[in-house]
């Protein structure tokens, strides 16, 4: 017998729900955590009984990646059993990270705001520290192979969304868990993130996830079991919705232009009218990804005017 049993899991972010899944084999795995809080912990283990499964039945536990709607639970987890997890290695400088780590990515990211020209104040969530030990974490690359009850699954790694996000794919069946990866309802945001330490340039997240995209589409891929909402098939046309709402949005930020020079906030105000408070940021977020997509295109140039970034259409001819 081999199954996979979805566990949908209550969140206050805009999505509504997240996915966690069971897979029962010849052993048992969970697929991602659900989101921090005793409450949604307490959710998560309700789920789990309801099927039949003590935390003691988990084999181990495959992070698809480590936003926290995903891994928010691993800390209530390893207060009562010592569950193995496994998590591809681009989160091992967030996993454990000290004060110091802390410090450095909440820099990076008040200076994005106000290059933006907005307010680190108040468009972006601050999350205060707090320290957290994972213990008996083992870190993935591409190619390797994980069980998820007792079958083997294979890592391709898909940064965009995050830059440790990780498919699940059996070469076999073609069933592959996609994390935040690809999602049926609606297409998710390339993060802006700090560069590694020791790098000066920051990751270019929305030219990620596209060469992301394109190598998933070439992937034999069957039932996609995804981080939010309903199971689906046919990637490749997914895929290809993706990539034209992603050439839309260009065409909507090289229109905003066409008037003069914006800061990535102005054009935010104009393309997001609704965003309001700390989710300003999502659009801050999203326009940068296009934006880099425009510069690497020649549509478009920044220059600096003082602590902030504008942005003007190159003209042609």
């Keep these: 017998m081999f199954k996979i049993v979805p566990l949908e899991l209550q969140t206050h972010f805009a999505e509504g729900t997240v996915n966690a899944f069971l897979v029962i084999g010849d052993t048992v795995t969970l697929v991602d955590t659900g989101n921090p809080g005793r409450e949604s912990y307490q959710q998560l ?12 039945d988990i084999d181990h536990i495959v992070l698809t990646h480590i936003h926290i709607d995903h891994a928010g639970a691993i800390p209530y987890l390893q207060e009562e059993v010592d569950i193995p997890i496994f ?13 110091q780590e802390y410090e450095r990515v909440q820099q990076f990211f008040d200076q994005f705001v106000t290059s933006c020209g907005a307010d680190p104040e108040k468009h972006i969530i601050k999350r205060p520290f707090h320290e957290e030990i994972w213990r008996n974490v083992t870190f993935l690359k591409e190619g390797d192979q994980v069980p998820l009850g007792g079958r083997k699954f294979e890592v391709v790694h898909v940064p965009g969304h995050s830059q440790c996000d990780m498919l699940l794919w059996s070469r076999e069946t073609g069933e592959t868990f996609a994390g935040d990866h690809l999602l049926k309802a609606f297409s998710v945001n390339a993060f802006i993130e700090p560069p590694n330490t020791g790098e000066l340039s920051r990751p270019r997240p929305l030219l990620q996830y596209r060469d ?18 309903e199971v689906f098939t046919d990637h490749v046309s997914l895929i290809k919705t993706r990539l034209s709402e992603q050439e839309k949005r260009c065409e909507q930020i090289l229109s905003i232009l066409d008037s003069g020079g914006k800061s990535i906030f102005e054009i935010c105000s104009v393309m997001y009218p609704r965003l309001n408070g700390r989710t300003v940021f999502l659009g801050l977020s999203q326009i940068q990804g296009h934006l880099d997509l425009l510069e690497q295109r020649q549509q478009v140039s920044y220059e600096k ?9 190159e003209r042609i001819g």
């Design 45 to 56: 283990k309700k789920l789990l009984h309801n099927h039949s499964i003590q935390l003691t």
């Design 87 to 99: 998590v591809h290695e681009q989160a091992a400088v967030s996993i454990n990270s000290d004060l």
């Design 212 to 229: 992301s995209m394109e190598k998933v589409s070439r992937l034999p891929l069957g039932t996609v079991y995804p981080g939010h909402g």
């Design 305 to 313: 005017q003082g602590s902030i970034v504008v942005y003007r259409k």
